[in-house]
């Protein structure tokens, strides 16, 4: 089966770091994707991972393990705008759909 | 450059009757992906369509559901004889497949809230 696995809800301080988890069991595997979706609003892209290690992007950073089906998200120097649902997918083959986690949902407190 | 644009972005339909959603891509782009989102559930894929061409609708339910991706204008997602059930938020996703590529970012839509009274 395909199952992606994330928390449901985290809270954070404005100014600290946050790593959001994310894991995965899929019947194939063609990259991880990172999306950010504030409440009534579409998703917007935030970063893809297909190679081990750590791509890091501003104040995001993502980071994969293909052998631990293992995911996370890293969020620093949090602001108020950050808080949002973030949203764990999966590509699982070649015809381009993709998986989706239930999303994270955080809140950043002053 | 325009983004992915979907309309109506509200509908409210009574149960029995027809809903039409509408996706244009962004331009350029050729593969169009039909989500669904239950409220506190993650997207849901539905389908996945090429110009004139159904290529994945292994997440459409066999009932009532269409889809299409005409060679002119706009994909049209199709519930027929909705139900409360029904009620959503539909996502239209856009992508630029580059042959040989994994890689496929997809571009969302701001969503078609669906409510079936």
């Known amino acids: 089966g395909q199952n992606i696995d994330q928390p449901t809800e985290m809270t954070a301080t404005e100014g600290a770091i946050v790593q959001i988890n994310c894991t995965y069991q899929?019947?194939?595997?063609?990259?991880l994707f990172w999306y950010q979706q504030h409440a009534g609003e579409a998703p917007t892209f935030l970063s893809y991972?297909?190679?081990?290690g750590l791509e890091e992007k501003g104040r995001f950073s993502s980071f994969l393990s293909r052998s631990k089906g293992y995911s996370y998200l890293l969020l620093k120097e949090l602001q108020m705008k950050d808080s949002a649902s973030y949203l764990c997918?999966?590509?699982?083959?070649?015809?381009?759909?993709?998986?989706f986690g239930k999303g994270t949902k955080l809140s950043v407190k002053p | 450059n325009a983004g992915v644009m979907q309309n109506p972005r509200h509908l409210v339909r009574r149960r029995g009757q027809e809903a039409r959603l509408r996706c244009s891509p962004m331009?350029?782009?050729?593969?169009v992906y039909w989500y669904r989102q239950l409220p506190e559930e993650g997207l849901k894929f539905m389908v996945y369509l090429q110009k004139e061409n159904i290529i994945d609708e292994s997440g459409m339910p066999k009932e009532r559901f269409s889809a299409e991706f005409p060679k002119e204008g706009p994909s049209i997602l199709r519930i027929q004889q909705v139900v409360r059930g029904d009620s959503a938020a539909y996502f239209c996703a856009s992508s630029l497949r580059l042959a040989g590529s994994s890689y496929n970012e997809q571009f969302f839509g701001p969503g078609t809230r669906l409510t079936v009274l």
């Open positions: 997918a999966v590509g699982p083959g070649s015809q381009g759909n993709l998986i």
């Open positions: 899929t019947s194939g595997f063609n990259g």
């Open positions: 991972n297909v190679l081990d």
């Open positions: 331009k350029g782009h050729s593969h």
